[in-house]
């Protein structure tokens, strides 16, 4: 059991590791950050900014005393995919995952990946957003 968080280094991927990371110490579970990118589109500039956000995160929870587990989907093709087999996988508790601001026709539909992330979970979902004021 654990709770899965979905992460890219984006204000939205900080807000999601910090709820994932409070609700894991709260509940004395495990986290998995899984970071889904298609590296195949990236550059090498790009590959190593990922993997220096990656070192980032690992600095950060090895930080914080919390059993945890970086799980980098090398050339992910669906981050709602990957999010719901680990969660699936681990019989997940929750998955964390953030959420960016939207207009005002944006809000009207969810994001397709969260979405589909909240209707596919076999848990609870938190979506959280940055408070960007």
Known sequence: ??????????????????????????????????????TSRMSAEQVRQRESDVAAVRAELDASGLEYEVRVMGDSS??????????????????????????????????????RILLDSPCPVLAVKPDLR
């Open 1 to 38: 059991m654990a709770i899965i968080v979905g992460y890219l280094a984006t204000p939205e991927g900080q807000e999601a590791l910090r709820a994932a990371t409070q609700e894991a110490q709260l509940r004395s579970t495990p986290l998995v950050v899984v970071v889904s990118e298609r």
């Open 78 to 115: 669906d981050v709602a995919d990957d999010l719901v087999a680990v969660a699936e996988e681990t019989s997940a508790l929750l998955i964390v995952i953030g959420l960016r601001r939207r207009s005002p026709v944006g809000k009207l539909i969810l994001g397709s990946n969260a979405q």
